[in-house]
């Protein structure tokens, strides 16, 4: 079962933080936030991840999790990117070359959920079967 923390791991490894250096926990976990609404909005679902928001255990299928860690690296990506614009850098074309990654990334993740969308069509009715 993942956590928060593994999920965490798992994003510092799609965004080349291996060694925490660059991605604080804050903004990994925005990135978790955002990127699981999104998906519980594709899938009609309340899933959550144990650690993030005070959840004690993660609901969220393991077949889901790599679209939660696509989502948040684009998410993560992008804050960081925008941060980077409002200070003075000797590389000025990183903060673009972050942005255009984080574009590809969530245009990835955009595409994944479509697929979580018609995965899940049937299951999230919000009422029981028809009965006659």
Do not use: C, I, K
């Amino acid at each position: 079962m993942s956590t928060a923390e593994h999920l965490r791991d798992r994003v510092r490894a799609v965004v080349a933080d291996a060694g925490g250096s660059l991605y604080e926990v804050s903004l990994l976990d925005e990135g978790l936030r955002r990127a699981l609404e999104r998906l519980n909005e594709a899938a009609g679902a309340e899933w959550t991840v144990s650690g993030l928001d005070g959840a004690a255990e993660t609901s969220l299928p393991a077949a889901e999790q790599a679209w939660l860690v696509v989502g948040a690296a684009a998410y993560a990506v992008e804050a960081r990117a925008l941060q980077r614009v409002e200070r003075f850098d000797l590389n000025p074309g990183v903060p673009a070359a972050l942005l255009n990654w984080a574009v590809r990334q969530r245009e990835e993740f955009f595409a994944g959920l479509e697929g979580v969308r018609r995965r899940w069509l049937g299951r999230a009715v919000p009422y029981g079967p028809w009965e006659e």
